[in-house]
Structures are given as C-alpha cells and as structure tokens.
C-alpha cells in the first residue's frame, strides 16, 4: 500500500485539528499547539499503522499538546501591572465569535474537550473516551453537559446568520 503524502495529511484534517486547538486552548496558543502536532505528527506519521484512523490519532496528539501548553501555562509566573491585550477578531476564520469561544472556556475541561473532539472535529464518543481516558458513556454525558451549558449560557452577539467581522 502507498502512503499518502504528509501535505495531504495536513490539508485534509489541518482545519479540525486547528478547531480543536483553539476550543481546547483559546486562541492565543492554538496555533502553536496546531504547529507542534503536526510536528509531532510528522515524526511519527511513517510507523502509522495502516487503515489507522488518522483523524482521531491527530487530536490525540492535539490533546497531548494542549495537555503540556497548558502545564507549562501553571508553571508560568503571571505577570502584573498591565491588563493584557484582548485577541483581535481580524484574521480569524469568518465564523469566529470570541464571546463562543469565552463560553467554552469556561466550560470544566472534560466538558471543553469532549465538545471540541466531538462536535469540532467529529470524532465518535469512543475515540473520545480513549483520548481522555474515560469511558464512552463518560465521555458522551460530558459532551451533554458542555452543550446543555453552552445552551443556557451562550447568546450570540450577532443576530444575522453568518455575518462576517
């Protein structure tokens, strides 16, 4: 069997890893998790298995990044003195809403998680459930929870369907 070429790996699943990167992590370090899976990705991508699913294998990887980034973000000391700078909304993609993607920050992070696996990147509940070592029904009971929440809580800033910044 031939492989595919790793661009094509990148360009097919790039946009889902990004997604999740960004719910999972926030803007401001998603494209840096995004860069270092794939990284990541490349240096393993040849002992694949063959027929592996390489969707899920690449948020695996995008869970493991988000995982260190955000261990290495408590380390971190918190700097004083200035108020930080809010992201720009310029730049991003057309469907971007920073008060979406404060309401998933907020979300407890088995919540976050299993919403962004499974409704950004389309993964099932199993893969889910091995990616952050749960259960399937744990992890479909957390996705529930996270859009039951994001239900109750999220009201979009705009009202016209598909308004661009």
Aim: hydrophobic share 40%; charged share 25%; proline share 8%.
């Amino acid at each position: 069997m031939r492989v595919r070429p790793f661009e094509r790996i990148v360009d097919e699943y790039g946009p889902v890893v990004l997604r999740v990167c960004r719910a999972v992590l926030g803007p401001a370090e998603a494209e840096d998790a995004w860069s270092e899976t794939f990284l990541a990705a490349l240096r393993a991508y040849p002992d694949l298995p063959e027929g592996a699913n390489v969707e899920a294998w690449l948020v695996t990887i995008a869970h493991r990044k988000a995982l260190d980034v955000t261990r290495a973000r408590s380390r971190r000391a918190v700097p004083v003195g200035e108020v930080p700078d809010r992201p720009s909304a310029f730049g991003l993609p057309q469907d971007w809403d920073g008060d979406l993607w404060a309401a998933l920050a907020r979300l407890p992070d088995r919540q976050r998680m299993a919403v962004a696996y499974h409704y950004l990147a389309g993964l099932p509940y199993r893969d889910i459930a091995e990616i952050t070592g749960g259960t399937t029904d744990a992890a479909r009971r957390a996705a529930a929870d996270g859009i039951r929440t994001l239900r109750a809580t999220y009201r979009p800033t705009s009202s016209v369907e598909g308004a661009r910044p």
